[in-house]
T-cell receptor
Framework: DAMVIQNPRYQVTQFGKPVTLSCSQT?????MYWYQQKSSQAPKLLFH???????NEADTPDNFQSRRPNTSFCFLDIRSPGLGDAAMYLC?????????????FGDGTRLSIL | AQSVTQLGSHVSVSEGALVLLRCNYS??????LFWYVQYPNQGLQLLLK??????LVKGINGFEAEFKKSETSFHLTKPSAHMSDAAEYFC?????????????FGKGTKLSVKP
């Protein structure tokens, strides 16, 4: 089945130690999104790629970076995680990113900071 | 600016009872509206979406929602709750000012189903 896969499902890192979360998709979708979701809150968009074009949300901290080496893969890098970055990180894709398009989500990576 | 308000952060129903989850939106242009469901420790799954076709939208798992422009609402209903419906539900609107179909989510409603 075509899908969005996030690895790992659970990630523990130390305060200030860089961490990378990965997302892959077999849907061949143009657009890939990264969301941060804290406990009992709505997902918050961090940034997205339309093909190779990177679009950062205005309030996304500089600590968060992303890479998309090809259509199938996208990475979220947190350069110096703080305690406030503990959250579920969700990757999503959509075919063209047009208004009304469906986003397909992975199961997320839950990040804990020690 | 677009926004979505979900009334009630927690809703509890008995198995077999009607499920009603409320969502109101604000939009200066015709909106695209979505309902997503999230089970514990999982991603979001699309239940249904409104994209200016029929105002009554049927989705998966027996859910449906009705777009009412006069009330700026898009409430989610299911005639008979099942234990497996216990999850968190998010209403979302496409952000016409954003690019590439960005979604603005409501704060979510957690649905509990009692046996």
């Amino acid at each position: 089945d075509a899908m969005v896969i996030q690895n790992p499902r659970y990630q523990v890192t130390q305060f200030g130690k860089p961490v990378t979360l990965s997302c892959s998709q077999t849907l061949n979708h143009n657009v890939m999104y990264w969301y941060q979701q804290k406990s009992s809150q709505a997902p918050k968009l961090l940034f997205h790629y339309y093909d190779k074009d990177f679009n950062n949300e205005a309030d996304t901290p500089d600590n968060f970076q992303s890479r998309r080496p090809n259509t199938s893969f996208c990475f979220l890098d947190i350069r110096s995680p703080g305690l406030g970055d503990a959250a579920m990180y969700l990757c999503a894709t959509s075919r063209e990113g047009r208004q009304g398009g469906t986003q397909h989500f992975g199961d997320g990576t839950r990040l804990s900071i020690l | 600016a677009q926004s979505v308000t979900q009334l009630g952060s927690h809703v509890s129903v008995s198995e077999g009872a009607l499920v009603l989850l409320r969502c109101n939106y604000s939009s200066s242009v015709p909106p695209y509206l979505f309902w997503y469901v999230q089970y514990p420790n999982q991603g979001l799954q699309l239940l249904l979406k409104y994209t200016s076709a029929a105002t009554l939208v049927k989705g998966i798992n027996g859910f449906e929602a009705e777009f009412k422009k006069s009330e700026t609402s898009f409430h989610l209903t299911k005639p008979s709750a099942h234990m497996s419906d216990a999850a968190e539900y998010f209403c979302a609107v496409s952000d016409p000012g954003g690019s590439q179909g960005n979604l603005i989510f409501g704060k979510g409603t957690k649905l509990s189903v009692k046996p």
